[in-house]
Protein backbone atom coordinates (compact mmCIF):
# COMPACT_ATOMS: atom_id res chain seq x y z
CA UNK A 1 0.00 0.00 0.00
CA UNK A 2 2.80 2.08 0.38
CA UNK A 3 4.52 2.20 -2.72
CA UNK A 4 1.07 3.49 -4.83
CA UNK A 5 1.27 6.07 -2.34
CA UNK A 6 4.45 6.91 -2.86
CA UNK A 7 4.32 6.54 -6.74
CA UNK A 8 0.52 8.80 -6.65
CA UNK A 9 2.53 11.33 -4.67
CA UNK A 10 5.62 11.56 -7.27
CA UNK A 11 3.13 13.43 -9.94
CA UNK A 12 2.49 16.09 -6.78
CA UNK A 13 5.81 16.55 -6.35
CA UNK A 14 7.02 16.99 -10.23
CA UNK A 15 3.68 19.30 -10.55
CA UNK A 16 4.67 21.38 -7.76
CA UNK A 17 8.25 21.73 -9.30
CA UNK A 18 7.08 22.37 -12.99
CA UNK A 19 4.64 25.02 -11.68
CA UNK A 20 7.64 26.70 -9.19
CA UNK A 21 9.66 26.25 -12.75
CA UNK A 22 6.80 28.09 -14.01
CA UNK A 23 6.83 31.33 -11.43
CA UNK A 24 10.90 31.70 -11.94
CA UNK A 25 10.69 31.52 -15.90
CA UNK A 26 7.75 33.73 -15.33
CA UNK A 27 9.67 36.28 -13.07
CA UNK A 28 12.75 36.17 -15.23
CA UNK A 29 10.55 37.14 -18.68
CA UNK A 30 8.79 40.12 -16.46
CA UNK A 31 11.77 41.52 -15.13
CA UNK A 32 13.69 40.61 -18.90
CA UNK A 33 10.77 42.53 -20.68
CA UNK A 34 10.89 44.93 -17.58
CA UNK A 35 14.72 45.67 -18.27
CA UNK A 36 14.09 45.85 -22.27
CA UNK A 37 10.99 48.52 -22.15
CA UNK A 38 13.38 50.68 -19.32
CA UNK A 39 16.02 50.86 -22.11
CA UNK A 40 13.72 51.90 -24.94
CA UNK A 41 12.49 54.37 -22.85
CA UNK A 42 15.42 55.92 -21.85
CA UNK A 43 16.46 55.90 -25.78
CA UNK A 44 13.12 57.71 -26.63
CA UNK A 45 13.66 60.49 -23.89
CA UNK A 46 17.36 60.48 -24.87
CA UNK A 47 19.78 59.32 -27.59
CA UNK A 48 22.71 60.37 -26.08
CA UNK A 49 22.40 58.02 -23.05
CA UNK A 50 22.92 54.45 -25.23
CA UNK A 51 25.47 52.25 -23.07
CA UNK A 52 28.44 51.70 -23.68
CA UNK A 53 30.37 48.53 -23.00
CA UNK A 54 33.94 48.49 -21.56
CA UNK A 55 35.33 47.26 -23.87
CA UNK A 56 33.77 49.52 -26.42
CA UNK A 57 35.34 52.55 -24.23
CA UNK A 58 38.69 50.89 -23.76
CA UNK A 59 38.96 50.62 -27.76
CA UNK A 60 37.62 54.17 -28.27
CA UNK A 61 40.03 55.81 -25.83
CA UNK A 62 43.01 54.25 -26.57
CA UNK A 63 42.68 55.16 -30.32
CA UNK A 64 41.85 58.92 -29.24
CA UNK A 65 38.48 58.38 -30.65
CA UNK A 66 35.28 59.21 -29.80
CA UNK A 67 32.47 56.58 -29.45
CA UNK A 68 29.79 56.45 -32.72
CA UNK A 69 26.88 54.53 -32.62
CA UNK A 70 25.41 53.69 -36.19
CA UNK A 71 22.87 52.20 -35.94
CA UNK A 72 21.41 49.42 -38.30
CA UNK A 73 18.31 50.86 -40.97
CA UNK A 74 16.27 48.02 -39.51
CA UNK A 75 16.53 50.22 -35.70
CA UNK A 76 16.24 53.20 -36.91
CA UNK A 77 13.15 54.39 -36.26
CA UNK A 78 12.91 52.32 -33.17
CA UNK A 79 11.52 54.52 -30.56
CA UNK A 80 8.49 55.04 -32.77
CA UNK A 81 7.52 51.10 -32.30
CA UNK A 82 5.70 50.34 -29.13
CA UNK A 83 6.76 47.74 -27.13
CA UNK A 84 3.22 44.99 -26.83
CA UNK A 85 4.15 43.62 -23.38
CA UNK A 86 6.63 40.90 -21.38
CA UNK A 87 8.08 38.06 -23.29
CA UNK A 88 5.62 34.72 -22.36
CA UNK A 89 4.50 31.52 -23.83
CA UNK A 90 1.41 33.15 -25.41
CA UNK A 91 4.08 35.27 -27.33
CA UNK A 92 6.85 33.74 -27.90
CA UNK A 93 8.26 36.46 -30.11
CA UNK A 94 9.75 39.94 -28.77
CA UNK A 95 10.14 42.87 -30.77
CA UNK A 96 13.65 42.70 -31.57
CA UNK A 97 12.94 38.93 -32.53
CA UNK A 98 10.35 39.86 -34.99
CA UNK A 99 11.90 42.67 -37.11
CA UNK A 100 15.20 40.14 -37.46
CA UNK A 101 12.61 37.23 -38.54
CA UNK A 102 11.85 39.63 -40.94
CA UNK A 103 15.18 40.61 -42.45
CA UNK A 104 18.07 38.40 -41.15
CA UNK A 105 17.16 35.18 -39.64
CA UNK A 106 20.27 34.70 -38.21
CA UNK A 107 21.84 36.91 -35.60
CA UNK A 108 24.98 35.03 -35.15
CA UNK A 109 25.51 36.28 -31.44
CA UNK A 110 26.68 33.81 -29.39
CA UNK A 111 27.48 33.55 -25.71
CA UNK A 112 30.52 33.33 -23.28
CA UNK A 113 29.66 29.59 -22.19
CA UNK A 114 28.18 27.42 -24.86
CA UNK A 115 27.75 24.81 -21.93
CA UNK A 116 25.01 26.88 -20.76
CA UNK A 117 22.71 27.54 -23.90
CA UNK A 118 20.40 24.42 -23.97
CA UNK A 119 20.14 25.63 -19.85
CA UNK A 120 18.69 29.18 -20.82
CA UNK A 121 17.07 27.31 -24.09
CA UNK A 122 15.35 25.30 -21.89
CA UNK A 123 13.95 28.09 -19.19
CA UNK A 124 12.75 30.48 -21.96
CA UNK A 125 11.27 27.93 -23.92
CA UNK A 126 9.19 26.59 -20.91
CA UNK A 127 7.90 23.44 -19.24
CA UNK A 128 6.06 22.37 -22.18
CA UNK A 129 9.00 22.53 -24.89
CA UNK A 130 7.14 24.86 -26.89
CA UNK A 131 9.31 26.97 -29.14
CA UNK A 132 10.07 29.99 -27.25
CA UNK A 133 13.39 32.80 -27.16
CA UNK A 134 16.78 31.21 -27.07
CA UNK A 135 19.82 32.75 -26.09
CA UNK A 136 20.59 33.48 -29.93
CA UNK A 137 17.32 35.03 -30.81
CA UNK A 138 17.08 37.59 -27.55
CA UNK A 139 20.23 39.30 -26.39
CA UNK A 140 19.51 41.29 -22.80
CA UNK A 141 18.67 44.84 -24.50
CA UNK A 142 21.67 46.23 -21.70
CA UNK A 143 25.21 45.53 -21.97
CA UNK A 144 27.06 45.00 -18.77
CA UNK A 145 30.40 45.06 -18.74
CA UNK A 146 32.39 42.63 -19.91
CA UNK A 147 29.92 41.04 -21.62
CA UNK A 148 30.44 41.51 -25.05
CA UNK A 149 29.86 38.72 -27.46
CA UNK A 150 33.00 37.02 -28.73
CA UNK A 151 33.05 34.98 -31.64
CA UNK A 152 34.70 31.26 -31.69
CA UNK A 153 37.79 30.68 -34.21
CA UNK A 154 36.20 28.90 -37.50
CA UNK A 155 32.70 29.87 -37.22
CA UNK A 156 31.07 32.01 -39.96
CA UNK A 157 30.95 35.47 -39.75
CA UNK A 158 28.87 37.19 -37.05
CA UNK A 159 27.23 40.32 -36.81
CA UNK A 160 28.43 43.30 -34.68
CA UNK A 161 27.44 44.91 -31.82
CA UNK A 162 24.88 48.01 -32.04
CA UNK A 163 27.66 49.66 -29.38
CA UNK A 164 30.94 48.74 -30.99
CA UNK A 165 32.24 51.78 -32.98
CA UNK A 166 34.93 49.45 -34.30
CA UNK A 167 32.75 46.67 -35.60
CA UNK A 168 30.57 49.75 -37.17
CA UNK A 169 33.70 50.90 -38.73
CA UNK A 170 33.66 47.34 -40.32
CA UNK A 171 30.34 47.08 -41.49
CA UNK A 172 31.03 50.50 -43.07
CA UNK A 173 34.03 49.27 -44.98
CA UNK A 174 32.40 46.11 -46.28
CA UNK A 175 29.82 47.66 -47.04
CA UNK A 176 31.56 50.24 -48.94
CA UNK A 177 29.23 53.13 -47.49
CA UNK A 178 31.40 56.17 -46.25
CA UNK A 179 32.45 55.87 -42.11
CA UNK A 180 31.63 59.03 -40.05
CA UNK A 181 35.23 61.49 -39.30
CA UNK A 182 35.39 60.56 -35.93
CA UNK A 183 35.66 56.76 -36.32
CA UNK A 184 38.96 57.59 -39.12
CA UNK A 185 42.31 58.06 -38.38
CA UNK A 186 44.20 61.32 -38.98
CA UNK A 187 46.06 59.35 -42.06
CA UNK A 188 42.85 57.72 -43.49
CA UNK A 189 40.90 60.89 -43.62
CA UNK A 190 44.23 62.59 -44.99
CA UNK A 191 44.29 59.85 -47.70
CA UNK A 192 40.16 60.43 -48.71
CA UNK A 193 40.11 64.29 -48.65
CA UNK A 194 43.90 63.86 -51.31
CA UNK A 195 41.86 61.71 -53.56
CA UNK A 196 38.74 63.87 -53.55
CA UNK A 197 41.02 66.69 -54.57
CA UNK A 198 40.07 67.63 -59.07
CA UNK A 199 43.16 68.39 -61.06
CA UNK A 200 42.05 72.33 -61.62
CA UNK A 201 45.00 72.46 -64.15
CA UNK A 202 46.67 69.67 -66.82
CA UNK A 203 49.48 67.98 -66.21
CA UNK A 204 51.56 69.87 -68.86
CA UNK A 205 50.36 73.08 -67.98
CA UNK A 206 51.78 72.54 -64.86
CA UNK A 207 54.51 71.87 -66.05
CA UNK A 208 54.96 74.86 -68.43
CA UNK A 209 54.07 77.37 -65.18
CA UNK A 210 57.13 75.10 -63.23
CA UNK A 211 59.82 75.27 -66.28
CA UNK A 212 58.78 79.17 -66.34
CA UNK A 213 58.86 80.07 -62.68
CA UNK A 214 62.55 78.15 -62.51
CA UNK A 215 63.60 80.40 -65.10
CA UNK A 216 62.42 83.73 -64.09
CA UNK A 217 63.59 83.12 -60.59
CA UNK A 218 66.37 81.52 -61.51
CA UNK A 219 67.42 84.91 -63.39
CA UNK A 220 66.63 87.18 -60.10
CA UNK A 221 68.53 84.88 -58.36
CA UNK A 222 72.04 84.97 -59.88
CA UNK A 223 71.50 89.30 -59.90
CA UNK A 224 70.74 89.17 -56.39
CA UNK A 225 73.90 86.83 -55.68
CA UNK A 226 76.12 88.92 -57.87
CA UNK A 227 74.67 92.21 -56.58
CA UNK A 228 75.16 90.75 -53.03
CA UNK A 229 78.96 89.87 -53.99
CA UNK A 230 79.44 93.70 -55.17
CA UNK A 231 78.19 94.84 -51.45
CA UNK A 232 79.61 92.50 -49.78
CA UNK A 233 83.34 92.97 -50.92
CA UNK A 234 85.16 96.02 -49.39
CA UNK A 235 88.06 97.32 -47.67
CA UNK A 236 88.18 95.91 -44.25
CA UNK A 237 85.85 93.54 -44.50
CA UNK A 238 86.00 90.66 -42.00
CA UNK A 239 84.93 87.97 -44.08
CA UNK A 240 86.46 87.90 -47.38
CA UNK A 241 84.50 85.44 -48.99
CA UNK A 242 81.86 87.72 -50.36
CA UNK A 243 79.31 84.40 -51.84
CA UNK A 244 79.00 83.69 -47.74
CA UNK A 245 76.14 86.40 -47.31
CA UNK A 246 74.31 85.35 -50.60
CA UNK A 247 74.43 81.91 -48.84
CA UNK A 248 73.14 82.68 -45.76
CA UNK A 249 70.33 85.29 -47.35
CA UNK A 250 69.05 82.44 -49.74
CA UNK A 251 69.57 80.08 -46.50
CA UNK A 252 67.11 82.62 -44.77
CA UNK A 253 65.03 82.70 -47.44
CA UNK A 254 64.49 79.01 -47.90
CA UNK A 255 63.87 78.75 -43.86
CA UNK A 256 60.97 81.13 -44.17
CA UNK A 257 59.54 79.48 -46.71
CA UNK A 258 59.84 75.87 -45.54
CA UNK A 259 58.10 76.78 -42.50
CA UNK A 260 55.41 79.53 -43.76
CA UNK A 261 51.96 78.33 -43.13
CA UNK A 262 50.25 81.60 -44.75
CA UNK A 263 51.52 82.82 -48.11
CA UNK A 264 49.81 79.58 -49.90
CA UNK A 265 47.14 79.11 -47.49
CA UNK A 266 44.45 79.24 -50.35
CA UNK A 267 46.43 76.35 -52.34
CA UNK A 268 46.34 73.91 -49.28
CA UNK A 269 42.53 74.90 -48.05
CA UNK A 270 41.25 71.25 -48.44
CA UNK A 271 43.32 70.60 -45.23
CA UNK A 272 42.42 71.75 -42.27
CA UNK A 273 44.92 74.29 -40.45
CA UNK A 274 45.86 72.99 -37.25
CA UNK A 275 46.74 75.06 -34.25
CA UNK A 276 49.62 74.30 -31.64
CA UNK A 277 48.39 74.35 -28.16
CA UNK A 278 51.14 75.07 -25.69
CA UNK A 279 53.55 74.20 -28.23
CA UNK A 280 52.81 71.12 -29.17
CA UNK A 281 51.02 69.59 -31.81
CA UNK A 282 48.52 66.41 -31.59
CA UNK A 283 48.71 63.59 -34.01
CA UNK A 284 46.13 65.23 -36.50
CA UNK A 285 47.53 68.42 -36.14
CA UNK A 286 51.03 67.53 -37.32
CA UNK A 287 49.28 65.02 -40.06
CA UNK A 288 47.61 68.39 -41.54
CA UNK A 289 51.20 70.15 -41.35
CA UNK A 290 52.74 66.99 -43.07
CA UNK A 291 50.20 67.45 -45.75
CA UNK A 292 50.35 70.68 -46.59
CA UNK A 293 53.88 70.98 -46.32
CA UNK A 294 53.73 68.25 -48.92
CA UNK A 295 51.06 69.94 -50.77
CA UNK A 296 52.49 73.23 -50.78
CA UNK A 297 55.94 71.68 -52.95
CA UNK A 298 53.59 70.84 -56.10
CA UNK A 299 52.93 74.27 -56.41
CA UNK A 300 54.70 75.98 -59.53
CA UNK A 301 55.15 79.54 -57.33
CA UNK A 302 56.66 77.69 -54.64
CA UNK A 303 58.49 75.73 -56.69
CA UNK A 304 60.27 78.98 -58.33
CA UNK A 305 61.01 80.65 -55.32
CA UNK A 306 62.76 77.38 -52.98
CA UNK A 307 64.33 76.13 -56.23
CA UNK A 308 64.46 78.50 -58.51
CA UNK A 309 65.82 81.81 -56.91
CA UNK A 310 66.85 80.43 -53.12
CA UNK A 311 69.15 77.72 -55.67
CA UNK A 312 69.89 80.76 -57.52
CA UNK A 313 70.79 82.95 -55.03
CA UNK A 314 73.27 80.74 -53.23
CA UNK A 315 76.27 78.40 -55.04
CA UNK A 316 78.08 75.92 -53.97
CA UNK A 317 80.58 75.94 -56.55
CA UNK A 318 81.81 79.54 -55.21
CA UNK A 319 82.25 78.11 -51.97
CA UNK A 320 84.01 75.20 -53.22
CA UNK A 321 86.64 77.38 -55.52
CA UNK A 322 86.35 79.93 -52.76
CA UNK A 323 87.43 77.64 -50.44
CA UNK A 324 90.38 76.20 -52.63
CA UNK A 325 91.64 79.71 -53.11
CA UNK A 326 91.90 80.40 -49.44
CA UNK A 327 94.04 76.85 -48.99
CA UNK A 328 96.44 78.08 -51.84
CA UNK A 329 96.40 81.52 -50.72
CA UNK A 330 95.03 83.09 -53.67
CA UNK A 331 91.52 84.06 -52.43
CA UNK A 332 90.78 87.86 -53.49
CA UNK A 333 90.67 90.34 -50.82
CA UNK A 334 90.29 94.28 -50.50
CA UNK A 335 92.99 95.93 -50.24
CA UNK A 336 93.29 97.89 -46.64
CA UNK A 337 95.96 99.60 -46.60
CA UNK A 338 97.10 101.00 -49.78
CA UNK A 339 99.05 103.89 -48.63
CA UNK A 340 101.59 100.97 -47.30
CA UNK A 341 101.95 99.47 -50.36
CA UNK A 342 101.36 102.27 -52.90
CA UNK A 343 105.22 101.39 -54.23
CA UNK A 344 104.07 98.29 -55.53
CA UNK A 345 100.67 98.71 -56.92
CA UNK A 346 98.58 96.35 -54.88
CA UNK A 347 95.66 94.71 -56.11
CA UNK A 348 93.08 92.23 -54.42
CA UNK A 349 95.03 89.06 -56.22
CA UNK A 350 98.01 90.41 -54.78
CA UNK A 351 99.30 87.91 -51.97
CA UNK A 352 102.04 87.61 -49.24
CA UNK A 353 103.65 84.33 -48.95
CA UNK A 354 102.70 82.41 -45.53
CA UNK A 355 102.89 79.25 -43.94
CA UNK A 356 100.90 76.18 -44.47
CA UNK A 357 99.17 75.98 -41.53
CA UNK A 358 98.08 79.06 -42.07
CA UNK A 359 96.27 78.10 -45.19
CA UNK A 360 94.95 75.17 -43.93
CA UNK A 361 93.67 77.42 -40.94
CA UNK A 362 92.03 79.54 -43.68
CA UNK A 363 90.44 76.79 -45.31
CA UNK A 364 88.90 76.13 -42.00
CA UNK A 365 87.56 79.05 -41.39
CA UNK A 366 85.76 79.14 -44.88
CA UNK A 367 84.21 75.62 -44.43
CA UNK A 368 83.01 76.40 -41.07
CA UNK A 369 81.47 79.94 -41.29
CA UNK A 370 80.18 78.68 -44.56
CA UNK A 371 78.51 75.96 -42.73
CA UNK A 372 77.96 77.65 -39.64
CA UNK A 373 75.63 80.35 -41.47
CA UNK A 374 73.45 78.43 -44.10
CA UNK A 375 72.63 76.58 -41.00
CA UNK A 376 72.04 79.49 -38.39
CA UNK A 377 70.12 81.06 -41.40
CA UNK A 378 67.45 78.12 -42.33
CA UNK A 379 67.01 78.77 -38.24
CA UNK A 380 66.23 82.12 -38.66
CA UNK A 381 64.00 82.06 -41.66
CA UNK A 382 62.09 79.32 -39.83
CA UNK A 383 61.31 81.41 -36.48
CA UNK A 384 61.25 84.49 -38.98
CA UNK A 385 58.15 82.77 -40.06
CA UNK A 386 56.68 81.64 -37.15
CA UNK A 387 56.79 84.93 -36.04
CA UNK A 388 55.21 86.89 -38.85
CA UNK A 389 52.44 84.12 -39.39
CA UNK A 390 49.44 85.88 -38.08
CA UNK A 391 50.40 89.22 -40.33
CA UNK A 392 52.00 87.19 -43.58
CA UNK A 393 49.45 87.85 -46.41
CA UNK A 394 48.50 84.91 -48.22
CA UNK A 395 48.20 85.07 -51.74
CA UNK A 396 44.72 84.44 -53.40
CA UNK A 397 44.37 81.61 -55.51
CA UNK A 398 42.29 83.31 -57.78
CA UNK A 399 45.26 85.36 -58.64
CA UNK A 400 47.96 82.61 -59.03
CA UNK A 401 45.68 80.78 -60.98
CA UNK A 402 44.45 83.44 -63.32
CA UNK A 403 46.78 85.69 -63.69
CA UNK A 404 50.42 85.24 -62.12
CA UNK A 405 50.75 81.22 -63.86
CA UNK A 406 49.69 82.51 -67.17
CA UNK A 407 51.82 85.73 -66.94
CA UNK A 408 55.08 84.30 -65.99
CA UNK A 409 55.18 81.95 -68.89
CA UNK A 410 55.47 85.33 -71.21
CA UNK A 411 57.54 86.90 -68.67
CA UNK A 412 60.13 84.69 -67.94
CA UNK A 413 60.90 83.31 -71.58
CA UNK A 414 60.76 87.05 -72.52
CA UNK A 415 63.27 87.70 -69.85
CA UNK A 416 65.25 85.11 -70.78
CA UNK A 417 65.41 86.24 -74.74
CA UNK A 418 66.00 89.57 -73.49
CA UNK A 419 69.22 88.78 -71.70
CA UNK A 420 70.51 86.64 -74.97
CA UNK A 421 69.63 89.77 -76.85
CA UNK A 422 71.33 92.04 -74.46
CA UNK A 423 74.56 89.69 -74.67
CA UNK A 424 74.83 90.27 -78.18
CA UNK A 425 74.20 93.94 -78.10
CA UNK A 426 75.66 94.98 -74.95
CA UNK A 427 74.84 98.68 -73.49
CA UNK A 428 77.99 99.53 -73.16
CA UNK A 429 79.56 98.43 -76.57
CA UNK A 430 80.73 101.30 -78.45
CA UNK A 431 77.73 102.86 -80.02
CA UNK A 432 75.18 101.93 -77.41
CA UNK A 433 73.44 104.15 -74.98
CA UNK A 434 76.33 103.51 -71.77
CA UNK A 435 78.95 103.51 -74.35
CA UNK A 436 82.72 104.04 -72.34
CA UNK A 437 84.70 103.83 -75.97
CA UNK A 438 86.09 100.88 -77.70
CA UNK A 439 85.18 97.06 -77.17
CA UNK A 440 88.33 97.12 -74.50
CA UNK A 441 86.36 98.96 -72.01
CA UNK A 442 82.81 96.84 -72.14
CA UNK A 443 82.39 94.96 -68.90
CA UNK A 444 78.62 94.60 -68.88
CA UNK A 445 79.05 90.85 -70.81
CA UNK A 446 81.62 89.30 -68.29
CA UNK A 447 79.78 90.87 -64.90
CA UNK A 448 76.27 89.96 -66.04
CA UNK A 449 74.75 89.44 -68.89
CA UNK A 450 77.30 86.29 -70.09
CA UNK A 451 76.12 84.70 -66.46
CA UNK A 452 71.77 85.29 -66.74
CA UNK A 453 72.29 83.65 -70.45
CA UNK A 454 73.74 80.45 -68.83
CA UNK A 455 71.63 80.76 -65.77
CA UNK A 456 67.98 79.16 -66.76
CA UNK A 457 70.33 75.94 -68.20
CA UNK A 458 71.72 75.32 -65.05
CA UNK A 459 68.24 75.66 -62.61
CA UNK A 460 66.43 73.10 -64.90
CA UNK A 461 69.19 70.63 -64.49
CA UNK A 462 69.43 71.28 -61.05
CA UNK A 463 65.53 70.76 -60.59
CA UNK A 464 64.99 67.51 -62.46
CA UNK A 465 68.22 65.96 -61.12
CA UNK A 466 67.37 66.32 -57.82
CA UNK A 467 63.38 65.35 -58.80
CA UNK A 468 64.99 61.88 -60.42
CA UNK A 469 67.93 60.72 -57.87
CA UNK A 470 66.91 62.30 -54.70
CA UNK A 471 64.68 59.42 -54.14
CA UNK A 472 66.78 56.61 -54.88
CA UNK A 473 68.99 56.83 -51.56
CA UNK A 474 66.59 58.15 -48.67
CA UNK A 475 69.42 59.06 -46.02
CA UNK A 476 71.36 60.74 -49.08
CA UNK A 477 70.43 63.24 -50.97
CA UNK A 478 72.04 61.72 -54.24
CA UNK A 479 70.91 64.09 -56.86
CA UNK A 480 71.48 67.24 -54.58
CA UNK A 481 75.54 65.70 -54.57
CA UNK A 482 75.74 64.89 -57.85
CA UNK A 483 75.07 68.42 -59.10
CA UNK A 484 77.41 70.15 -56.34
CA UNK A 485 79.89 67.95 -57.59
CA UNK A 486 79.66 68.04 -60.81
CA UNK A 487 79.37 72.31 -60.22
CA UNK A 488 82.41 72.09 -58.78
CA UNK A 489 84.20 70.39 -61.43
CA UNK A 490 82.92 72.51 -63.77
CA UNK A 491 83.89 75.80 -61.87
CA UNK A 492 87.53 74.63 -61.43
CA UNK A 493 87.87 73.76 -65.13
CA UNK A 494 86.59 77.77 -65.97
CA UNK A 495 88.70 78.78 -63.70
CA UNK A 496 91.64 76.97 -64.78
CA UNK A 497 91.51 77.97 -68.70
CA UNK A 498 90.49 81.32 -67.83
CA UNK A 499 93.92 81.91 -65.86
CA UNK A 500 95.66 80.09 -68.56
CA UNK A 501 96.91 80.43 -71.97
CA UNK A 502 95.10 79.07 -74.69
CA UNK A 503 94.72 78.57 -78.25
CA UNK A 504 97.67 78.71 -80.75
CA UNK A 505 98.55 82.98 -79.85
CA UNK A 506 98.20 82.16 -76.07
CA UNK A 507 96.19 84.54 -75.26
CA UNK A 508 95.12 84.13 -71.28
CA UNK A 509 91.73 82.84 -71.05
CA UNK A 510 90.92 82.88 -74.96
CA UNK A 511 90.91 86.98 -75.08
CA UNK A 512 88.71 88.88 -73.32
CA UNK A 513 85.19 87.80 -75.29
CA UNK A 514 86.22 84.34 -74.33
CA UNK A 515 87.21 85.11 -70.59
CA UNK A 516 84.19 86.86 -70.24
CA UNK A 517 81.98 83.64 -71.54
CA UNK A 518 84.04 81.43 -68.97
CA UNK A 519 83.11 83.59 -66.32
CA UNK A 520 79.66 83.58 -67.77
CA UNK A 521 79.78 80.02 -67.27
CA UNK A 522 81.01 80.02 -63.49
CA UNK A 523 78.51 82.71 -62.53
CA UNK A 524 75.64 81.54 -64.49
CA UNK A 525 75.60 77.74 -65.07
CA UNK A 526 77.54 76.43 -62.31
CA UNK A 527 76.09 79.35 -59.86
CA UNK A 528 72.67 78.03 -60.63
CA UNK A 529 73.88 74.53 -60.90
CA UNK A 530 74.56 74.19 -57.37
CA UNK A 531 73.27 74.85 -54.67
CA UNK A 532 74.10 75.87 -50.55
CA UNK A 533 70.09 76.47 -49.50
CA UNK A 534 69.02 73.15 -50.35
CA UNK A 535 72.14 71.54 -49.24
CA UNK A 536 71.36 72.93 -45.57
CA UNK A 537 68.01 71.92 -45.68
CA UNK A 538 68.88 68.50 -46.10
CA UNK A 539 71.27 68.42 -43.55
CA UNK A 540 68.77 69.73 -41.30
CA UNK A 541 66.15 67.41 -41.83
CA UNK A 542 67.88 64.23 -42.16
CA UNK A 543 69.16 61.80 -39.27
CA UNK A 544 72.04 63.11 -37.35
CA UNK A 545 74.17 60.71 -38.58
CA UNK A 546 73.45 60.67 -41.94
CA UNK A 547 73.39 64.38 -41.92
CA UNK A 548 77.00 64.60 -40.59
CA UNK A 549 78.21 61.87 -43.41
CA UNK A 550 76.19 63.98 -46.35
CA UNK A 551 77.95 67.11 -44.84
CA UNK A 552 81.55 65.63 -44.62
CA UNK A 553 81.37 63.87 -47.92
CA UNK A 554 79.98 67.42 -49.98
CA UNK A 555 82.60 69.25 -48.29
CA UNK A 556 85.72 66.61 -48.66
CA UNK A 557 84.56 65.64 -52.48
CA UNK A 558 84.51 69.21 -53.30
CA UNK A 559 87.89 69.87 -51.96
CA UNK A 560 89.35 66.89 -53.57
CA UNK A 561 88.15 67.82 -56.67
CA UNK A 562 89.27 71.24 -56.58
CA UNK A 563 92.94 69.84 -55.95
CA UNK A 564 93.03 67.78 -57.94
CA UNK A 565 91.37 69.91 -61.11
CA UNK A 566 92.62 73.27 -60.13
CA UNK A 567 95.51 72.36 -57.75
CA UNK A 568 97.34 70.67 -60.74
CA UNK A 569 97.56 73.51 -62.55
CA UNK A 570 98.05 75.81 -59.74
CA UNK A 571 101.18 74.42 -58.58
CA UNK A 572 102.65 73.42 -61.91
CA UNK A 573 101.96 75.74 -64.99
CA UNK A 574 100.29 78.69 -62.42
CA UNK A 575 98.08 81.24 -63.09
CA UNK A 576 98.05 84.33 -64.90
CA UNK A 577 95.51 87.54 -65.09
CA UNK A 578 92.64 86.88 -66.28
CA UNK A 579 92.22 88.63 -69.40
CA UNK A 580 88.51 90.14 -68.33
CA UNK A 581 86.65 91.89 -65.68
CA UNK A 582 85.91 88.88 -63.24
CA UNK A 583 83.47 90.66 -60.86
CA UNK A 584 86.13 90.93 -57.85
CA UNK A 585 87.18 94.93 -58.87
CA UNK A 586 89.88 96.76 -57.20
CA UNK A 587 88.57 98.61 -54.83
CA UNK A 588 91.72 100.59 -53.87
CA UNK A 589 89.86 103.36 -52.34
CA UNK A 590 86.28 101.89 -51.58
Not at 18 to 36: M, N, P, T, W
Not at 150 to 158: K, L, M, P, V
Not at 405 to 424: E, N, R, T, Y
Not at 577 to 590: E, L, M, R, V
Request: glycine share 10%; net charge neutral; aromatic share 8%.
Amino acid sequence: MAEPSASSSRPELKTLVGDSASDDDAKQSSSLASRRHSHYETQRTDRRSRPVSGSSQYTSQSKGKRASYQQPADFQNLDEVTDHGPVGDEDPYSLEQAARVQNSPKTGLETHNPAGRDTLRKRVSGPTGEKGLTETEAPPPVQQEGSVATSSQGTAQQEPLLDDPEAADADDESSGAPSPYVSRRPEEYLQSQQRKLPAAVPRWLTEIYTISYLIFFSILGTLARLGMQWLTFYPGTPIVTPVIWANFAGCVLMGFLSEDQALFRDECASVEAGSEKGGHMTDMEAKNKAERSKRKKTIPLYIGLATGFCGSFTSFSSFARDSFLSLSNDLPTPVNHPADLASSSPTTTSTVPRPRGYSFEAWAAVVIATLALALGGLMVGAHIALFLDSVTPRIPKHLTRGFIDPAIVFLAWGSWLGAIFLAIWPPDRPSGPSSHGAWANETWRGQALFALVFTPAGCLLRFYASLKLNGLVPSFPLGTFTVNMLGTAVEGMCYDIQHVGVGIMGRIGGGRVGCQVLQGVQDGFCGCLTTVSTWAAEIHGLRSRHGYAYAAASVLGALCLMVIIMGSVRWSVGWSSPACNTGYNDKIYG
